[in-house]
């Protein structure tokens, strides 16, 4: 029956179509040059004597043509028949020259002479068939060890989106003991590759997790048989590819403190590569080592770096930021970005919960957006214009004069300031309020007490993990804070600065960088906090709408916050009343054309109303005590940096 499958599992159907198709291959390579495909024809040979033999022992000895199958005779054996026969008849002749006296004894040497010829020609036969299959082993062998027809390892076509399977891939961070057995499918970056005799140890890292996997040459528990080739691609691979890793999960006998997985272990049985990696600007390892003590996080920056302390290779903060996308992978930039992320969303949960509304203002305005020179200007089809350093004139509007009374924004703000520090930026993003109060701008302040509060409980809740991978790579105390958030006046901190002997800090003087973080020291000392506002601020550095302090009109009914001693957020009550609006932009030489617009829109009924903005970068950088803002910018822009 060649049309069905014989008991050995051969399609004889399917052998008999492939013997047919192999050996028009050969007729058509003599055709086409015979000499120069001597070696496939001699491949392509060999295939069909392989076909015919198998189909032949699957038949029941009956060959394609059905006859009894007898296999052709090798080189070797055709040369051992022709010389067998050639002293055949050269006996034969020899013994007929003798004469018949003689011719019994001839018969027996020719019996002889040809027995002995045909033992020759089976050892010569045999010595063939013995070199066939020692070069067929090493075939094998070499193609074993090349990972030659070997799809457990090896790179992906390009993902195109062509297919769609049941595929399942299991996120690393979900990898755990109570998986132990199972087996999984992940995918991630190769943090960490080497090779250790026979084996290759993994370090496969997606987002802030990362699992330990091995790959052992030999025949696993499983069944699966992993090639020394398989072995040597896997621990060959570059750093930071895409791979994809199917295997068995183990429990090791220590924790693997390489990994965020420790308790586990991936017996590998397929690695595959997605995307490889070309050569590195530095190593992911040099970029994930913890800091060598703490940096300042004020004062001048000029992107220069000092040696460390112990040694060891760290990339310096410039290095890190022309090659962004690489330097965000670190487990301690995949977290700071998270808890950033947190922070916005807790922002507008809290606020929202309060009857806020979102609203998205324009970022090209003309003039500037609260006077004064550090704006970036820009032609806007024939006019100038200027890139938005708040949405304040615009949210004002929204909440005081359109009825909405209470909203939000997050967005871009820009400054033009050439401050080379380590907390400016000339792009970074505003978290902005705006609210009508009753009777007293305290009512803000009551709002900003709780907002802050809500975020600090919500990060220390929500982003337990992430807090500790970046306490990995960047230590940090936690942060302190009172409820209700403490409270003093601008008079009373410039006091206490005095009786700390800042002698120079006068009531009524603007604070330099260096005296806020000097009060912030001694606030937590003298109240244990980290985190206080001021109120009552100068008028004379406080925006042109600011409300002027009923009390003492040196004054205003401003405030800011700080963190660490650091300023994350400036406001005030706003001026509702149009003619003094116009009174406090005269005073600050803003043209009233420039203003127009806005004064108007207070024209028609105002309510009275206040807000403050905060910078999301700095409270990041602030909360989780980092030296440097550019650490909590996605890509940061100062004055020296445009790209990526």
Not at 126 to 134: G, P, S
Not at 161 to 182: A, Y
Not at 308 to 315: H, M, N, P, T, W
Request: proline share 4%.
């Amino acid at each position: 029956m060649a049309d069905e499958a014989t008991a050995t599992g051969v399609n004889l159907e399917e052998l008999k179509t492939k013997i047919s198709t192999l050996s028009e291959k050969i007729v058509l390579l003599k055709k086409d040059g015979g000499g120069d495909n001597k070696d496939t024809i001699a491949t392509t040979v060999t295939e069909l004597l392989e076909a015919k033999k198998l189909y032949a022992d699957s038949n029941g000895g009956i060959g394609v043509d059905g006859k009894p199958y007898e296999a052709p005779m090798t080189k070797a054996e055709k040369k051992a028949k022709i010389k067998a026969e050639k002293a055949a008849k050269a006996n034969l002749g020899k013994e007929a020259g003798e004469g018949g006296g003689e011719g019994q004894a001839s018969e027996k040497n020719k019996a002889k002479n040809a027995a002995k010829a045909l033992a020759k020609a089976q050892k010569e036969a045999k010595k063939a068939q013995n070199r066939l299959e020692r070069e067929e082993r090493e075939r094998l062998k070499r193609e074993k060890e090349t990972g030659v027809g070997q799809t457990a390892f090896g790179d992906v076509p390009l993902i195109r989106s062509e297919t769609i399977t049941d595929r399942v891939w299991t996120p690393v961070g979900e990898l755990g003991v109570g998986m132990e057995g199972k087996e999984v499918l992940i995918r991630g970056h190769l943090h960490t590759s080497r090779l250790v005799g026979k084996m290759a140890f993994v370090l496969v890292r997606s987002s802030l997790y990362s699992v330990q996997g091995l790959c052992a040459e030999g025949k696993g528990e499983d069944g699966v048989d992993v090639s020394n080739a398989m072995v040597k691609y896997v621990g060959a691979l570059p750093a930071e590819s895409v791979v994809e890793v199917r295997g068995v999960v183990t429990l090791p006998a220590n924790p693997i403190d390489a990994a965020s997985q420790k308790d586990v272990e991936i017996q590998i049985t397929e690695f595959h590569c997605i995307s490889k990696a070309d050569t590195m600007p530095f190593l992911m390892e040099d970029a994930c080592r913890p800091d060598c003590g703490k940096e300042a996080d004020v004062g001048a920056y000029d992107g220069s770096e000092k040696e460390s302390a112990d040694g060891l290779v760290r990339v310096g903060q410039e290095v890190r930021l022309d090659n962004r996308w690489l330097d965000l992978r670190t487990p301690a930039n995949q977290s700071i970005f998270r808890i950033e992320s947190m922070i916005g969303y807790l922002f507008r949960d809290c606020l929202m919960n309060k009857g806020f509304v979102e609203i998205h203002t324009p970022k090209l305005l003309g003039g500037a957006s609260e006077g004064g020179s550090d704006v970036f200007t820009l032609n806007y089809f024939g006019q100038q214009a200027c890139l938005a350093m708040s949405p304040q004139l615009h949210k004002q509007m929204a909440a005081a004069c359109s009825g909405f009374e209470r909203v939000l924004e997050v967005g871009p703000v820009f400054r033009a300031e050439n401050s080379n520090t380590r907390r400016h930026l000339c792009e970074f993003t505003g978290m902005d309020l705006e609210m009508c109060i009753s009777e007293h701008y305290d009512e803000v302040l009551d709002v900003f007490s709780d907002l802050f509060i809500h975020i600090f409980d919500g990060i220390n809740k929500r982003c337990q993990n992430e807090l500790e991978r970046v306490r990995e790579q960047h230590p940090f105390e936690d942060l302190k804070y009172l409820r209700p958030t403490l409270k003093i006046t601008y008079a009373e901190g410039c006091k206490l600065l005095r009786e700390a002997g800042v002698t120079d800090q006068g009531d009524y003087d603007d604070l330099s960088t260096e005296n806020e973080k000097k009060l912030g020291a001694i606030v937590r000392e003298k109240y244990d906090t980290d985190f206080f506002f001021m109120d009552k601020y100068p008028i004379s550095v406080r925006p042109f709408y600011t409300m002027p302090c009923p009390e003492n009109d040196r004054l205003s009914n401003s405030y800011d916050f700080f963190i660490r001693g650091q300023e994350i957020l400036s406001g005030a009550q706003r001026i509702h009343d149009p003619d003094l609006i116009e009174t406090r932009a005269k005073a600050w030489n803003i043209p009233l054309e420039d203003i127009k617009s806005y004064v108007d829109s207070f024209r028609h009924g105002a309510l009275p109303h206040g807000g403050g903005g905060i910078g999301l970068e700095r409270v990041v950088m602030l909360f989780l005590g980092l030296p440097n803002i550019r650490k909590t910018a996605w890509f940061p822009r100062d004055p020296k940096r445009l790209a990526p």
